[in-house]
């Protein structure tokens, strides 16, 4: 088991002025900086591969970590290129942070992906990430994607490939978090609900036969500072009302 260290993280929480804001995170010396994304939201929402990528061309040292990647919107194979693509342009400092979404019907709709579909398609494409991510010429015949003879060149550079963290809260989430996942990022969570998510998703790990010791588990906690409390709880009350 190796030794690890808390780490840190922020996001940018705006499409706007993403290369400034990444190098302040940078320079207040937080370890991640994340970005979330929809296609259809209440408000101005960015792309988490767009953001990202300019973040990394602002930094030079702070991860950069998708909270989340809405997975099963992506074809599998592009999802793969895109992430494998942002970890060389980065120098090796991608993470891909995996959520099934579904809170907007309208986003999938849109993208004609079938609501019902997301966790299915989300695992299907984790498939295709991991194998593509570390091998080539692969072959796979999955229920959303058939791959023949497949590389991505050039392969990420983080070996043996970038990390892969899981978010949600359900207990589907937790199962593909034991059998995928590098880490597990639940929100919206009480420091007891993260401890009982951790002891289910070690329970998951076990019935499948994977050691656990090397996961990672963090935690998406929503904030709002504001000098006069008040404001700030109004501020957060309004804002997660639509989250």
């Known amino acids: 088991m190796s030794e690890k260290r808390v780490e840190f993280g922020t996001a940018l929480r705006t499409p706007y002025d993403v290369a400034a804001s990444a190098r302040r995170i940078e320079q207040l010396g937080f370890d991640i900086i994340g970005c979330g994304e929809h296609v259809s939201f209440y408000g101005d929402t960015a792309n988490g591969f767009v953001s990202l990528s300019v973040a990394a061309g602002a930094t030079t040292r702070a991860k950069l970590m998708s909270t989340i990647t809405l997975v ?3 074809p599998a194979a592009l999802l793969a ?5 942002l970890d060389v342009a980065s120098g090796g400092r991608y993470i891909m942070g995996v959520g099934v979404g579904g809170e907007f019907a309208n986003e999938f709709e849109a993208c004609n992906v079938p609501v019902n579909q997301r966790g299915s398609r989300t695992d299907d494409a984790l498939e295709v990430v991991t194998q593509t991510w570390t091998g080539t010429n692969v072959t796979y015949d ?7 003879n497949f590389s991505l060149k050039p392969l990420p550079i983080q070996k043996p490939r970038p990390p892969i963290w899981v978010s949600g809260r359900s207990d589907a989430a937790m199962r593909r978090a034991a059998k995928y996942a590098d880490g597990w990022l639940p929100y919206m969570y009480t ?10 998703i070690r329970a998951h790990g076990e019935e499948i036969g994977r050691d656990m010791s090397d996961v990672s588990f963090g935690l998406f906690i929503f904030t709002a500072v504001h000098e006069d409390n008040d404001t700030a709880v109004k501020y957060a009350a309004d804002q997660l009302s639509i989250q």
């Open 142 to 148: 999955g229920r959303y994607t058939k791959l023949d």
């Open 191 to 200: 420091p007891e609900q993260l401890a009982k998510s951790i002891e289910r």
């Open 81 to 85: 290129k895109m992430g494998a693509a």
């Open 72 to 74: 099963p919107l992506y």
